[in-house]
């Protein structure tokens, strides 16, 4: 006979809601689309394979700036090589220009002193974008090297406005998805960069330089060397702020990683609170709820939370 066991999460965890946790543990794939959002803008989209449709979505708003002759203005996330060389793929055959995209890069590693590091070290992100979307455009389609912005230690406290200046005030656009934590960019709960539980104040950051989670350790050194090496894993970055997501005009999603070849995935649960969770510092890509955009959430994702005897709990 199985008995009821009631205790409190950690309390190193940002979100402790139960209701609200409960809530969004129990939203169904059917629901997820037609969920009553306040904000009729914020969308939420249920297909098999997110990356396509990021890609494609991406590809359009190329497109559509080469065709109008007008400036885009994003800010993109890394490493996504599947989704960048595939869109940019599709700009060297379709010959669609690049000259107007201004790209900004949200966030890369740094040490404790706040060095930034360079796009020369190998898992740069500043460095994986340029190798994966400008460097796979064809150079008589790519922007001006001028115009693909990455983080320096020059720009750190300066790179809110870089964006402001060359979007007219935002970025037309921010391409993302949500980490283990409920981050976007390195926009970790529960640090000193970060810390308010005011949403208002919040809101008002901008780029800075942060000691990361030490959730977000632990899910990036998953990726350095498919080893989950913590001790090889940089726990400090800067990165793009709230302000510069939440004034940007539009946002496009993916939600859509599990672990290779299984059912399990640390991003199932993470991604129903971002969507519809409370809009709150403790999950920041809630904040995502705020803004205009779409969310592509894959079938896996969307599926419900079962318990195995066997393999979970």
Known sequence: MKQSFSFKPAEWIPFKDAE??????????????NYPHPNPE??????????????????????????EDTHLVAIFANSWKNIYESVTEACNKFNVNCRNLHAFCMDEWADSDGNVAPVTYGPSLGGAFLREFYGHL??????????????????????SELIEEAGEGAA??????????????????????????SLDEFLTFGTRFIETHPMTVIQNSLGFGGAGDMANTPGYAVTVGPKDVVNARDHLERHNL?????????????????????????????IYQLCKGTV?????IAQPFNISEKVNY
């Open 20 to 33: 609200a946790l409960e809530r969004c543990r129990k939203i169904t794939r059917e629901e997820m689309e």
């Open 42 to 67: 914020y969308r939420v989209r249920v297909v098999e394979d997110p990356n396509s449709a990021v890609a494609g979505e991406l590809f359009m708003q190329l497109k559509k700036s080469d065709e």
């Open 138 to 159: 064809r150079e008589d389609l790519r922007p001006p090297i001028e115009q693909i912005h990455v983080f320096t230690n020059d720009n750190v406290d300066c790179y």
């Open 172 to 197: 037309d656009l921010v391409v993302s998805a949500t980490g283990w934590i409920g981050h976007t960019a390195f926009i970790d709960p529960n640090t000193k960069a970060f810390g308010t539980d």
């Open 258 to 286: 599990t672990f290779t070849g299984g059912y399990n995935s640390w991003e199932r649960m993470v991604s129903r609170m971002q969507l519809y969770g409370p809009v709150t510092p403790s999950v920041p890509a809630s």
């Open 296 to 300: 592509y959430v894959s079938e896996a």
